[in-house]
């Protein structure tokens, strides 16, 4: 069923095309290219027992624009879970930029230690729009 919504979908929108193209090189060349996050790809806020979260994804969750993961989606979805449950909140990113769902798949999900997590929060569809893959290969 979505597989032929996509399709008529890209059938409708061949003749724009030399235009969408256009469009995405202009601004793919003028958009800056961010550094990610440095410090604090693991870390704690509050005291007590804690909750362990871990953050994974593309860009979003990389940190893409702050120096610290304690400025970024992480480092917030820390703070806000530490102010609902007044409990210790234990952060593991494994994010990296420019990363699809395939590769967070194949390198990122092996690479998370086999210890108790409470919470996963996944952030990554971004990078696979770009690359227009079809809802079959998502």
Known sequence: ?????????????????????????????KLPVLPEAVHNRTGCIGDGDALHLVTLGESTMAGVGVEDHRHGLTGAVAATLHALTGRKICWDVFANSGYSA???TKELIPAIP????????????????????????W
């Open 1 to 29: 069923m979505y597989q032929a919504i996509y399709i008529i979908g890209c059938l409708l929108g061949i003749p724009f095309l030399p235009v969408l193209f256009i469009q995405g090189r202009s601004l793919k060349r």
């Open 102 to 104: 395939e590769v967070v």
């Open 114 to 137: 086999s210890r108790p997590v409470d919470l996963v929060v996944i952030a990554l569809g971004a990078n696979d729009a770009f690359e227009l893959k079809s809802p079959k290969q």
